[in-house]
């Protein structure tokens, strides 16, 4: 398999032999490129005529005369109603399956007991050996233009979004730059469909590879108020008024909400389109709805001719006659041939690989009533370009991740892969990260991470990331926190069954954030702002305080253990009661230099403005001072944090958040709480172990006696 981690390389140790076109089917049924009569095995289209399954095709392939884009010609039976002769009947180049005498389908034809048509080599490759390259992938022009040539007067966009970094797979103003139909608003006198152009376009939203989201189907449906939402708000201001009942989320893995869309595709007919970004799961979806095997709905020549009395079909009809290469007026088409119409035709070929599709694949159904046409990819971020080829499909999530709890403590950062570093900014918050990815995630030191990410030294962690791209990566974002998750992760505190405590009483807050990472998964932050709101350190500093800053070293000797204490302790409270209040901190390595807290006072030249100040703590050298700024400083060295916050709040003259009454009754009685739930989880353990000894017992006791 060496061959296979250098790139493409499959069928390349044989030499491939030229193919008249005629011999072979004019596209590949599993990319829909066309086919080629020479090229490098890498190409999409190209075939290579030593392969078994191609001298097999090409052996028992009957000899038909060709006419430019199909070899099956046919005509209706006899008394077949007049409707259904041409022009409003189908053409007879459309290469489908003709009834058969009696008027009706037999359920086979000649195509059907044939061999299939053969795959190209990078196809054939892609499936049996994981080995391929991508193709370039198309612009949203391109798709455009493939879409406005379509032969049909009835089309419907399927937007696939991916349920794994949603929304981030959301193509943005994609109605608009198709020019589709406007979703429909929320007025209940809102137009559900038009006419633009002499056509019908529409556009629903389909969220696949749901089973990543939830292992049940009734959880992942409960979830869908907030996808909407979610959805909602990424289409921005054209998203605020419209009733998005066209929203499905399906899994084509587990089968979750296939039908339904099958059946829609089914009596919709006309043209659907699948529209989306590369390794949203297109082709596995397109599996999954295309109504294949209903040739027992289609009866015969009169049926057939009794549908041609609804308006969509007749205008379908009407359309796809001169809309085929080589009709008249119409020499020129960006669409290739449709494959002939069978009861269970070749699908798309699904891989991992991104750009998998090389051009629109077509599929016809219901004897004309309509064709699914999977369009290649739209490019989906760079994040692959970074990563070391052979490890690229390992960012692709194939199946639901059972994240592993990750604990990250102050001066930590959470690593994935070497590629991705998440670090806490907050000083003294300890944050939980459950990462639902398919890379390898790992705790290490914030010095460690930030030198593994800029590839500055060896440092001995895994990685795929390329090497010498450490400069072209950067700061992603800051991002805070800002769901809160209390009454969820609180547990029988806040249960109605146990302790119903508001959590407005509770002295610490649990907040949470889902950071996506586009085309891999998400990560789940969880913190718990321990007694924040209350407590040592939790004052409102007077207005003219501009910022704090602390300068101390790493580790705890040398008279810097004070310092540390309050920036772990006191200082998150103080932040919390000051959200305007810039907080900056600077750790050196000398165990000897001073500790020193300096504070920034506006002068009356220079008044402070919270909304241009800082809302985050961030770990910078000491700030130079201002002409119109005033200074005091306090020394930390060998000093107890009690003290040096003592000597904060004297001069800043801070006022004390005091608990009331009741929240320290509420306190006392969840302190009374906790300790009784103490006593019930030893009671219960004792219990545990008292059931485990006596079913050993008598385990023991069966053993010796025997079976009865």
């Known amino acids: 398999m060496e061959n296979l981690q250098e790139g493409f390389r499959c069928g390349s140790q044989v030499p491939s032999t030229v193919i008249e076109g005629s011999d072979l089917p004019p596209t590949c049924p599993g990319c829909g490129a066309f086919t080629q009569g020479a090229g490098t095995p890498e190409e999409a289209g190209v075939y290579n005529i030593n392969r078994k399954s191609v001298q097999a095709f090409l052996s028992h392939r009957p000899q038909r005369p060709n006419d430019g884009l199909c070899e099956e010609r046919w005509e209706y039976a006899p008394g077949a109603d007049e409707r259904s002769q041409h022009p409003l009947g189908l053409p007879q180049d459309l290469g489908m399956t003709p009834p058969t005498q009696a008027g009706k389908f037999n359920g086979k034809n000649a195509l059907d007991e044939a061999l299939p048509s053969p795959l190209c080599n990078r196809c054939h490759c892609l499936l049996h050996h994981s080995g391929g390259r991508s193709i370039v992938h198309p612009s949203l022009q391109s798709i455009q233009a493939i879409i406005s040539d379509s032969p049909y007067s009835y089309n419907h966009i399927y937007h696939v979004l991916d349920a794994a970094d949603f929304p981030l797979s959301l193509v943005?103003?994609?109605?608009?730059r198709l020019d589709l139909m406007p979703q429909r608003s929320q007025n209940r006198r809102a137009k559900t469909s038009g006419f633009s152009h002499g056509r019908r376009a529409e556009m629903s939203f389909i969220i696949t590879r749901s089973d990543l989201l939830a292992p049940q189907k009734e959880q992942v449906d409960s979830l869908m108020p907030y996808l909407l939402q979610v959805l909602r708000d990424a289409l921005g201001s054209s998203g605020r008024n419209v009733r998005l009942g066209n929203v499905r989320c399906v899994s084509?893995?587990?089968?979750?909400?296939?039908?339904?869309?099958?059946?829609?595709?089914?009596?919709?007919?006309g043209g659907g389109w699948m529209v989306g970004k590369v390794n949203v799961g297109k082709s596995n979806l397109f599996e999954c709805i295309f109504p294949k095997g209903r040739w027992d709905r289609v009866t015969g020549a009169h049926d057939l001719a009794k549908s041609l009395s609804n308006p969509a079909t007749r205008h379908n009809l009407e359309r796809l006659s001169t809309k085929m290469p080589g009709a008249t007026g119409q020499e020129f088409s960006l669409l290739p041939p449709p494959q002939p119409e069978k009861q269970y035709p070749i699908m798309p070929t699904v891989s991992h690989l991104p750009g998998t599709t090389a051009s629109p694949i077509r599929i016809p159904f219901g004897n004309g009533k309509g064709e699914l046409i999977d369009l290649p990819g739209l490019a989906r971020g760079s994040l692959g370009e970074h990563v070391i080829e052979s490890h690229r499909s390992s960012l692709v999530m194939r199946q639901r991740v059972k994240p592993e709890q990750f604990v990250i403590k102050p001066g930590q950062s959470l690593l994935i892969s070497g590629l991705i570093r998440i670090t806490p900014t907050t000083p003294g918050v300890t944050v939980l990260a459950y990462p639902f990815v398919p890379l390898?995630?790992?705790?290490?030191?914030?010095?460690?991470?930030?030198?593994?990410?800029?590839?500055a030294e060896p440092s001995g962690v895994f990685t795929i990331r390329k090497p010498e791209v450490g400069q072209k990566m950067g700061l992603a974002g800051s991002f805070q926190l800002q769901w809160d998750v209390t009454r969820q992760r609180t547990g029988p505190l806040t249960s109605r069954k146990a302790a119903p405590l508001s959590t407005q009483v509770l002295p610490f807050v649990v907040l949470s954030i889902d950071t996506l990472i586009e085309g891999c998964g998400w990560v789940e932050l969880v913190a718990q702002l321990y007694t924040i709101r209350l407590g040592p350190g939790a004052a409102v500093l007077p207005e003219d305080i501009k910022r704090i800053h602390l300068d101390f070293a790493f580790k705890l000797n040398d008279g810097h253990f004070g310092a540390r204490k309050v920036w772990r302790n006191y200082l998150p409270r103080l932040k919390y009661h000051n959200p305007a209040v810039s907080v900056t901190i600077n750790r050196s390595q000398d165990q000897v230099g001073?500790?020193?807290?300096?504070?920034?006072?506006?002068?009356?030249?220079?008044?402070?403005?919270?909304?241009?100040?800082?809302?985050?703590?961030?770990?910078?050298?000491?700030?130079?001072?201002t002409p119109f700024e005033r200074t005091e400083m306090i020394n930390m060295k060998y000093r107890h944090e009690s003290d040096i916050?003592?000597?904060?709040?004297?001069?800043?003259?801070?006022?004390?958040?005091?608990?009331?009454?009741?929240?320290?009754?509420?306190?006392?009685?969840?302190?009374?709480?906790?300790?009784?739930?103490?006593?019930?989880?030893?009671r219960n353990a004792e219990y545990t172990a008292q059931k485990k000894q006596e079913k050993a017992l008598l385990d023991q006791a069966r053993g010796a006696i025997g079976p009865v």
Request: avoid cysteine; aromatic fraction near 4%; charge should be neutral.
């Open 594 to 625: 001073p500790a020193i807290l300096t504070i920034f006072y506006a002068t009356a030249h220079n008044p402070a403005t919270p909304a241009s100040l800082s809302t985050a703590m961030e770990n910078t050298s000491i700030p130079s001072q």
């Open 172 to 176: 943005p103003r994609l109605q608009q």
């Open 440 to 455: 390898l995630a790992q705790v290490t030191s914030t010095e460690k991470a930030i030198a593994t990410s800029a590839q």
């Open 645 to 682: 916050l003592s000597e904060l709040m004297n001069l800043t003259k801070a006022t004390q958040i005091v608990a009331t009454p009741e929240e320290k009754a509420e306190l006392q009685g969840l302190a009374d709480l906790e300790k009784r739930m103490a006593i019930d989880r030893t």
């Open 252 to 269: 084509a893995k587990r089968g979750w909400w296939t039908k339904q869309v099958k059946d829609e595709i089914w009596e919709r007919g």
